[in-house]
């Protein structure tokens, strides 16, 4: 059977297109290619951002801003030392990338000027940190990406 050039081109669409749908179809139906937002509820977030961005600006202007330390016990959370902080309120929440299931928030109770995060709750590698604080009725946040 002699294939001429007409067929060929049928051919070559109809391998194109069991290449996509095999494609589309491995991907909706696998389990290790499961990729979800950052949040359940990203647009909603979305609307709050310029929030964060006026919490960023008061965190900056501060003297001295939170800052993190990585020790034997876990993540030192260190608050500035000139505040007041039993006025400290707010909330921690370390985001991991790679695993929903990790990701974990944390309530800011401070009976000392630093919060320790305990080193079994962390595993090794990138971890985004999120402190969203209260202090005086001014609000502030820290973001940093972290290697663990």
Same mark, same amino acid.
């Given at each position: 059977?002699?294939?001429? %050039?007409?067929?060929?081109?049928?051919?070559? *669409?109809?391998? *194109?297109?069991?290449?996509?749908?095999?494609?589309?179809?491995?991907?909706?139906?696998?389990?290790?290619?499961?990729?979800?937002?950052?949040?359940?509820?990203?647009?909603?977030?979305?609307?709050?951002?310029?929030?964060?961005?006026?919490?960023?600006?008061?965190?900056?202007?501060?003297?001295?801003?939170?800052?993190?330390?990585?020790?034997?016990?876990?993540?030192?959370?260190?608050?500035?030392?000139?505040?007041?902080?039993?006025?400290?309120?707010?909330?921690? *929440?370390?985001?991991?990338?790679?695993?929903?299931?990790?990701?974990?928030?944390?309530?800011?109770?401070?009976?000392?000027?630093?919060?320790?995060?305990?080193?079994?709750?962390?595993?090794?590698?990138? %971890?985004?940190?999120?402190?969203? %604080?209260?202090?005086?009725?001014?609000?502030?946040?820290?973001?940093?990406?972290?290697?663990?």
């Amino acid at each position: 059977m002699k294939i001429n %050039w007409g067929t060929g081109i049928v051919l070559a *669409f109809i391998g *194109f297109i069991s290449f996509i749908m095999y494609f589309i179809i491995t991907m909706n139906v696998d389990s290790k290619y499961n990729h979800d937002l950052v949040t359940e509820d990203y647009y909603g977030e979305e609307l709050h951002f310029q929030q964060d961005i006026d919490k960023l600006k008061n965190a900056q202007n501060l003297s001295e801003n939170v800052s993190y330390e990585k020790t034997d016990e876990g993540l030192l959370i260190a608050f500035p030392q000139n505040i007041d902080i039993t006025k400290v309120t707010g909330h921690v *929440f370390l985001y991991r990338p790679s695993n929903k299931q990790l990701d974990f928030d944390t309530k800011i109770s401070l009976s000392k000027p630093y919060l320790l995060i305990p080193d079994k709750r962390l595993v090794d590698g990138r %971890w985004n940190i999120k402190i969203d %604080w209260q202090y005086n009725n001014e609000a502030y946040l820290y973001k940093e990406t972290i290697n663990y």
